[in-house]
């Protein structure tokens, strides 16, 4: 399968920090790529659509302005926590929609990067 | 809207077989599975199209009945690396995944 990589894959900060996440397609370019937060024991809950050249699409209750995405290039998305608090703390997975045989659609995730404000 | 996945969670013996079910109150594209070890992010098994059934993956299969908006994946004789957090994506052609719960699989020697 395709290839997501994350970086990184731990971060630590303290309150009021920001802090980036990259997510790249090594093998594949994406005009899509899609950010997801997952509490422990708990399901993948989409934030935004990260599109390529475009404003990303925040999900409801998702705030843009804290939660800043980039998508510089086709293989590039980032996701930064602008002053992170402990309530932010949460496991983030990226994924890249590629395209697949006969026009599906599949996505693959990124390793995950596990944030810990403190 | 999220899908429904049931059972919770399943617990089996290497060798035994299981079904994990996935329905959705909205029209579907397309399911896709993943599979979620502990602390690690899903490794995408399969997806099925709308009209179709895809099957691949060491003996997990799955189907896709669209006019009950359903799917089903099956684990056949389940060996111990089948563990972990089964999850279906569901896309109502708009490309975005709302994924289930979650089933957690406990495969025991």
């Known amino acids: 399968g395709a290839v997501v990589s994350q970086h990184p894959s731990w971060v630590i900060c303290k309150s009021g920090t920001s802090v980036k996440i990259e997510c790249r397609s090594l093998?594949?370019?994406?005009?899509?790529m899609f950010w997801y937060r997952q509490f422990p024991k708990q399901s993948l809950m989409l934030m935004a659509t990260?599109?390529?050249?475009?404003?990303?699409?925040?999900e409801q209750g998702v705030e843009k302005d804290k939660f800043l995405i980039n998508h510089a290039s086709l293989t590039l998305s980032t996701l930064t926590v602008t002053s992170a608090h402990p309530e932010d703390s949460s496991f983030y997975i990226c994924?890249?929609?590629?395209?697949?045989?006969?026009?599906?659609?599949?996505?693959?995730f990124g390793p995950g990067t596990r944030l810990l404000v403190l | 809207q999220q899908p429904v996945q049931s059972p919770q969670a399943v617990i089996l013996r290497e060798g035994e077989d299981a079904v994990i079910n996935c329905s959705s109150s909205?029209?579907?594209?397309?399911v896709h599975w993943y599979r979620q070890k502990h602390g690690e992010a899903p490794v995408f098994l399969m997806i099925l199209l709308k009209g179709g059934e895809q099957k691949g993956h060491e003996k997990i299969s799955a189907s896709f009945n669209e006019k009950k908006q359903q799917s089903s994946l099956y684990l056949t004789a389940s060996q111990l690396s089948y563990s972990g957090t089964y999850f279906c994506?569901?896309?109502?052609?708009?490309?975005?995944?709302?994924f289930g719960a979650g089933t957690t699989v406990t495969v025991r020697a």
């Open positions: 909205k029209a579907l594209y397309s």
């Open positions: 990260s599109n390529e050249g475009s404003k990303a699409t925040y």
């Open positions: 093998d594949f370019q994406a005009t899509t």
């Open positions: 994506g569901t896309d109502s052609d708009d490309y975005k995944l709302s």
């Open positions: 994924s890249a929609r590629s395209l697949g045989t006969g026009g599906s659609q599949t996505q693959y």
